[in-house]
C-alpha cells in the first residue's frame, strides 16, 4: 500500500520533461561519499496518525555519528522523505550531505527526520487507499506541525535527546513539500526557523496562493527562508510555479526576511535541487548559535511597519486571569479591563500598576467611558447593561438580555451587541432598548447582515457604526441616521481568515486618528483602512485567544490588548481617538 505511493510520488518528482539547452547540474563533492568522513546511522519506523486519523507512513531517522546523547541535537525535518534520505543514483543524497557538512562543521550536530505523506489503508483488495499527499502538504492550517509536534518529534525524543529550541529546528521539502515546510514554519515559529524550499508549490492546490499577500501584510516573523525555482517550473490548472515562486521571493524580500532566491532553468525535478543541496542547508545554518530575530528595519513601505515602533514588542501589563476582555481608557488615562470567567474589573494606572477596581461583577463583559466619566458595561449573568461611577458604585442602566459588548457615542446613545440573537439594540435617553442591527434567519446568508455580531464600535468623527460579524470574514459598517438608527449596511470590511474555517473570530475593535480599524481575530490583530481593505497583520501577543484592544497611555500611541490570561500592551507609530471626542480622519487614499 504504501510503496505504491511512493512510486507514484518519485515519478511526480523526477519525471519532468528537460528544457532545451538546459544548465547541467553536476554533484559535487559535498553530495558523494568522501573516505575520510564517519557516516551516519538511518533507521526506518512506521507510524500510525491521529491528527491525520488512520494515515499510516513508514519513516526514517537520520543520527549522525557525532551524536551524543549528553547534548540536544539540532533537528532537521524532511518532507517526501522516501525521496530525500534516499541515496541510490540520481536521488538527492541528503543523508551523504548531511555528514560532509556536518562533519565539517557548516552544520551542528543534526538529527534528520525524513517522513513521508500518509496513506489511509483500504478496507479491501478491491478497494484504493486514500492519499494524503495534498492534504497534508498542501493546507495552510497548523495540522502539519501539530503532526510533527505533538507525534513525531516526541515519538522520536525517545530514542534521542532532541532540541526544543526553535533557532535550532529547520524544516525542507520539494515542491508540496516545500510549501508544506514554509506552512508549518509560517504557523509556528515558536518551533521551526530555517525553512528549505526546493520547486515549492505556492499555487492554488488548496489556497497557497494567498502566501505573498500574508507575507506582505503580516508582522515579519523570525524566520530564514532558502527559496528555489526553475524558470521552467511547471504551469498547470493551478497556476504556474515560476510566477508563484518569483512572487513568493518578492513577498519575503519586501517584508524583510532573511532569504535565499536561487534562480535555475530546470522543470518540476530533483536536478537543480539535489546539486545545490550542500550550498543550500549550509547558507541555512549559517551562524546557528545567533538566533534568527524577526526583522524590524524593514523599509516604510510595508504597511504593518506603519503601525508598529520598530523598537517595540509586546510586554506583559497583567497576567495571572482568568480571561481578559473590555479594555477601556478613562477620562485620566487608565485603563480597565475585565476579567470575564471570575467577575472582576481590574484598573491599569499611568504608571503600569494594577490593582481591583469591582469585584462580583455578574461576568461583566464589554466595558466602555461615556461623556459623564462613568464606566458601562455589560453583565452577561444578570442580563443587564450597567454603568459604574468612579468609586465603584453600580447603578442599572436598562435590562440587557444577551449584552456581549458596547460603545457609547458623544451623544451618550449606547449601542450594543447581543451575539446569541444575532442583533445589535441602541438605549436612548433612559429609554428601552431596541434593535437598529438584525442579522440574517440563515446563518449561511452572510451578505444579509453580521450572524454573530459581537465587537462594536463608532468611526473616529461618529458617522458610522462597525460591527464584527464572529462567525464570518466580515466586519460590517452601518451610517449612524439622525434619530440614532442606522442604515446604508454593508459587509465593508474583508478580514483574512485562517484556511481550517473561514470563521474569522471577529471580536473587539479599536480606531486610530487616521480612520484605521484594529480589529481582534483568531489570525492576529487585523488592521483595516478605511476603504475596508486589511493593510496590516499585527502579531498576536501570545497563541490563544485575542479578544479586545484599545488606544491608551501618552499621546493616546499604546495600544492595550486583552488576550487569554494576560494584558499587554505596545507602543504604536499611530495614536487612539477618544470616545466621547469625534474626529475627523483625513480623506483616504483609494
Known amino acids: 500500500m504504501v510503496s505504491c505511493t511512493l512510486r507514484v510520488l518519485v515519478a511526480l518528482l523526477v519525471t519532468t520533461v528537460a528544457p532545451a539547452l538546459a544548465q547541467q547540474y553536476e554533484l559535487g563533492p559535498d553530495s558523494k561519499v568522501q573516505a575520510s568522513v564517519p557516516r551516519g546511522k538511518i533507521t526506518k519506523h512506521v507510524w500510525t496518525s491521529e491528527i491525520f486519523p488512520g494515515t499510516v507512513r513508514d519513516y526514517w531517522v537520520y543520527v549522525p555519528a557525532q551524536y551524543s546523547s549528553s547534548e540536544p541535537a539540532a533537528v532537521m525535518v524532511f518532507q517526501d522523505g522516501q525521496v530525500l534520505v534516499s541515496t541510490e543514483n540520481g536521488r538527492m543524497m541528503t543523508p551523504i550531505v548531511l555528514d560532509n557538512l556536518i562533519h565539517q562543521g557548516r552544520m551542528p550536530v543534526t538529527i534528520g527526520i525524513f517522513i513521508p505523506p500518509g496513506v489511509l489503508p483500504a478496507r479491501g483488495a478491491d478497494q484504493r487507499e486514500r492519499y494524503n499527499r495534498s492534504f497534508e502538504y498542501d493546507g495552510l492550517g497548523d495540522r502539519y506541525a501539530r503532526f510533527l509536534l505533538e507525534e513525531i518529534l516526541p515519538e522520536a525524543g525517545k530514542d534521542y535527546n532532541l532540541t526544543d529550541d526553535p533557532n535550532l529546528r529547520g524544516i525542507g521539502g520539494l515542491s508540496s513539500g516545500g510549501i508544506c515546510a514554509f506552512t508549518a514554519a509560517w504557523n509556528r515559529p515558536d518551533a521551526f526557523r530555517r525553512v528549505l524550499s526546493f520547486i515549492g508549490s505556492y499555487v492554488n492546490l488548496r489556497g497557497g496562493q494567498i502566501y505573498p499577500s500574508l507575507i506582505r501584510k503580516s ?15 511547471q504551469n498547470i490548472y493551478s497556476g504556474s510555479w515560476w510566477i508563484a515562486n518569483q512572487s513568493m521571493a518578492a513577498a519575503l524580500k519586501y517584508a524583510g526576511y532573511d532569504l535565499q532566491w536561487v534562480v535555475g532553468d530546470e ?31 524593514v523599509g516604510e513601505r510595508q504597511y504593518v511597519q506603519m503601525f508598529l515602533d520598530p523598537g517595540e514588542d509586546w510586554e506583559v501589563v497583567s497576567s495571572g486571569h482568568e480571561f481578559t476582555e473590555g479594555p477601556a481608557i478613562a477620562p485620566n488615562g487608565d485603563v480597565y479591563f475585565t476579567d470575564l470567567r471570575v467577575s472582576k474589573i481590574w484598573r491599569i494606572d499611568a504608571g503600569g500598576e494594577v490593582s481591583l477596581f469591582k469585584d462580583k461583577t455578574h461576568r461583566a463583559n464589554g466595558l466602555m467611558f461615556a461623556p459623564d466619566g462613568n464606566l458601562y458595561a455589560c453583565q452577561g449573568e444578570s442580563k443587564r447593561l450597567v454603568r459604574y461611577g468612579l468609586d465603584g458604585n453600580e447603578e442599572v442602566v436598562a435590562n440587557a438580555s444577551g449584552c456581549n459588548d458596547l460603545v457609547v457615542t458623544a451623544k451618550g446613545d449606547i449601542y450594543f451587541t447581543d451575539p446569541a440573537n444575532g442583533k445589535v439594540w441602541l438605549i436612548q435617553d433612559g429609554k428601552m432598548p431596541r434593535v437598529v442591527v438584525e442579522g440574517p434567519e440563515s446563518p449561511a446568508d452572510v451578505q444579509a447582515g453580521p450572524v454573530r455580531p459581537n465587537g462594536v464600535l463608532v468611526s473616529p468623527d461618529q458617522s458610522l457604526l462597525i460591527v464584527a460579524d464572529y462567525r464570518s470574514k466580515w466586519t460590517w459598517s452601518y451610517q449612524i441616521l439622525g434619530d440614532g438608527s442606522v442604515g446604508n449596511g454593508q459587509a465593508f470590511y474583508r478580514l483574512e481568515t485562517s484556511d481550517s474555517s473561514s470563521v474569522s473570530r471577529a471580536d473587539g475593535m479599536t480606531v486610530d486618528s487616521e480612520g484605521y480599524l484594529y480589529v481582534a481575530t483568531d489570525s492576529g490583530l487585523q488592521v483595516c483602512d478605511q476603504p475596508g481593505r486589511v493593510v496590516a497583520i499585527i502579531s498576536k501577543p501570545q497563541p490563544g485567544a485575542l479578544s479586545n484592544v484599545v488606544f491608551a497611555g501618552p499621546g493616546l500611541s499604546t495600544l492595550y490588548a486583552t488576550a487569554g490570561d494576560k494584558v499587554f500592551r505596545r507602543k504604536m507609530r499611530r495614536k487612539g481617538v477618544l470616545p466621547w471626542k469625534p474626529v475627523q480622519p483625513p480623506v483616504p487614499g483609494l
Open 267 to 297: 522543470g518540476h525535478n530533483q536536478r537543480h535541487p539535489r546539486a545545490i543541496l550542500p550550498d543550500a542547508l549550509t547558507w541555512l545554518w549559517r551562524d546557528w548559535e545567533k538566533p534568527i530575530e524577526a526583522s524590524k528595519t
Open 219 to 233: 508582522e515579519p516573523k523570525p524566520l530564514r527562508v532558502f527559496l528555489q525555482d526553475g524558470k521552467n517550473d
